[in-house]
């Protein structure tokens, strides 16, 4: 190191500007990205080195680098020149050329835009104001995101919602399935007051977005139409549980439709909803309390959790207590499925989640927005999450749970037991 090479150490305690810390971000996703491009390179030049002219000289070679492409991607914009090979002696073997997995041709946004765009809308932030919004996130300098663009990137969107709405069910079945009405801060035209979404679990354990239309929350009619669209489509095997809130005429519509699908009321609408009817001085304890309930090891011990919330609270709050025991058997439902399931089946969550920074919190804004424009967002959002969903843990026993095997406290029930239970 030469003696006017300064070297300058970096105090963790320092207050470093969001400036400083986007630019950090942006040269890391750079050199990373320039680097994976580099290695998926020389993986195709190693792979077709033996192919040699007379001289023995290989005629699959680097040819310099294609002109710089600013990409908008998560960590704000990129400029990148990605590299280029000359690989036209292919074409004589008839062996695919080069194509980069990772910037393809033509690319210049990344999957983080074709999510921040439903999330805006969903918002109530109207088309014509996409650009200014997405310059404040992304840089002043951002390009292709232009109220024009989007508009036609949004009609590409709802081709492909309209798509999958008709798509044939007859060759999947669901072992688990979780249904719930969200709101949202852009008010629909029309009639219908909510989304209406419902997210499957397959034998292999694996996530993914069964049904997303519009209705009324609390209407069976909406729900009786959905599932009776699934069915018209090829769904005929029915769920073995359904998870919800309990306040969704989506019970009864089941009821109709899939009668022997077990029901599991969610946990954290339930928590929610009790605790709205008690003090603020109380609800710590009480929330603990319901944590007793539905963490028990066994239905019993639940049980008997259920019984000491009742007793502490029966008295002085009588509406806390009814909104949790008129539920109590589809509360404690999940017991009766595999242990390894339970912290997937007690709640809503893989559409909790999804949603939770674009529900509808306080009022809805004042601007209309098209159904099938939010339907499509929804779906987007939707499908994006899918792939960030993890599978059901201990995803075997999902299989069996479809193929009718007794579980009992989490625990498959054998021959010998249920001899037991009966003599």
């Not at 339930?270 to 109380?282: R, V």
Request: aromatic share 8%; net charge neutral.
């Amino acid at each position: 190191m030469g003696k006017d090479t300064v070297v300058r150490a970096i105090n963790p305690e320092e207050n470093v500007t969001g400036l400083h810390l986007d630019e950090i971000v942006r040269n890391g996703a750079l050199k990373m990205l320039a680097q994976a491009l580099e290695v998926e390179v020389d993986s195709f030049l190693e792979k077709h080195q033996y192919i040699l002219d007379d001289k023995g000289n290989r005629l699959v070679v680097r040819n310099g680098y294609g002109n710089a492409r600013k990409i908008v991607t998560g960590a704000g914009q990129l400029e990148i020149s990605t590299p280029r090979i000359d690989d036209r002696i292919l074409d004589r073997h008839d062996v695919p050329r080069f194509k980069s997995s990772i910037i393809p041709p033509y690319l210049r946004r990344t999957a983080n835009i074709d999510e921040l765009i439903p999330v805006l809308y969903l918002k109530g932030i109207s088309t014509g104001d996409f650009t200014e919004a997405l310059q404040a996130i992304l840089g002043k300098d951002i390009i292709g995101l232009s109220a024009e663009n989007i508009v036609r990137l949004k009609k590409v969107w709802e081709e492909e919602y309209e798509t999958w709405n008709k798509r044939n069910l007859s060759n999947e079945c669901y072992v688990y399935i979780w249904v719930d009405g969200v709101y949202f801060n852009v008010r629909l035209d029309g009639d219908k007051q909510c989304i209406l979404v419902i997210v499957g679990a397959k034998s292999n354990g694996k996530k993914e977005v069964v049904s997303v239309t519009d209705g009324f929350r609390e209407s069976k009619e909406s729900w009786l139409s959905i599932l009776r669209d699934l069915k018209r489509r090829g769904l005929k095997i029915p769920p073995k549980l359904a998870i919800g809130d309990g306040s969704l005429g989506f019970w009864a519509a089941i009821e109709e439709e899939y009668p022997d699908t077990d029901h599991q009321i969610c946990w954290v609408h339930k928590t929610s909803n009790i605790l709205d009817k008690l003090p603020d001085s109380l609800q710590g304890r009480a929330k603990s309390m319901i944590h007793d309930i539905y963490l028990a090891p066994s239905k019993k011990e639940a049980n008997i959790a259920f019984d000491r919330f009742i007793e502490e609270f029966a008295l002085k709050y009588p509406k806390a207590t009814e909104c949790l025991t008129k539920d109590r058997e589809n509360l404690l439902s999940f017991y009766d499925y595999p242990a390894e399931h339970w912290p997937h089946i007690r709640t809503t969550n893989p559409i909790e989640s999804t949603f939770a920074t674009v529900r509808l919190r306080t009022h809805k804004t004042k601007g209309c927005g098209s159904r099938i424009a939010t339907l499509t967002m929804v779906f987007k959002l939707l499908l994006s999450a899918e792939h960030r969903w993890q599978r059901l843990r201990g995803h075997k026993k999902a299989e069996d749970v479809m193929n009718g095997v007794r579980f009992k406290d989490g625990v498959e029930v054998n021959e010998e037991s249920l001899v037991a239970v009966t003599s």
